[in-house]
């Protein structure tokens, strides 16, 4: 078997605690019923472009939060902040990056931006020191599932997708990586994606830094 040089990661829901339990929290927080900010933001067709548009940087977090605040019916004020309070680093998934990184696979993070400012999602995570590539989706203009934006990635690792992993807990993403060539893991709790990228790398991912 020809195992995997260069890893691509997705950052929240992968190197941080999942996005569906602090939405939930969120809402129960703000007293909206449950699945409202879901079905408002995410599921509902004007909620989707504007997110979309936020996520390639054609409108600004303040903008998203005023629209998506009146949408809700609650107030504006930091809202992405607020919707995004409880997520937390995921020690296992961060260490394993590290792990890799120290096995001498090259490691990117590929992420759909919520906005960088006033709220910054990436904040206190020390991204551009700890990966080899750090693409952010508002900074390029683009987002995943746009093969430009995996294409970005592959360019800054140096490495083709056929010997690159792309991980992701948004399973709709994972086509279009496969489409150019790599491997694909759907993360969904770290004790089933670290050995799934210890199989595709060939190295241990568990060992203590």
Known sequence: MSYRAGLVLDFGGVLTTPLLPAVLNFEKREGLAEGACITA???????????????????????????????????????????????RPE???????????????????????VGLAPWNLYDGYDLDALYDAVLISERLGMRKPDPEFFQAALKLLELPAEQCVFVDDTAGYLPAAADLGFATVHAKAPQQTIPQLEDLLGISLTEEA
């Open 41 to 87: 933001l995410y599921l509902d067709e004007e909620g989707t472009r504007r997110t979309h548009d936020l996520e390639r940087g054609a409108i600004t977090q303040d903008r998203w939060n005023e629209a998506a605040a009146a949408r809700l019916g609650i107030a504006p004020g930091n809202l992405m902040g607020r919707i995004f309070a409880d997520l």
């Open 91 to 113: 020690p296992l998934m961060i260490n394993a990056a590290a792990a890799a990184r120290r096995a001498g696979i090259k490691v990117g993070i590929l992420s759909n931006s």
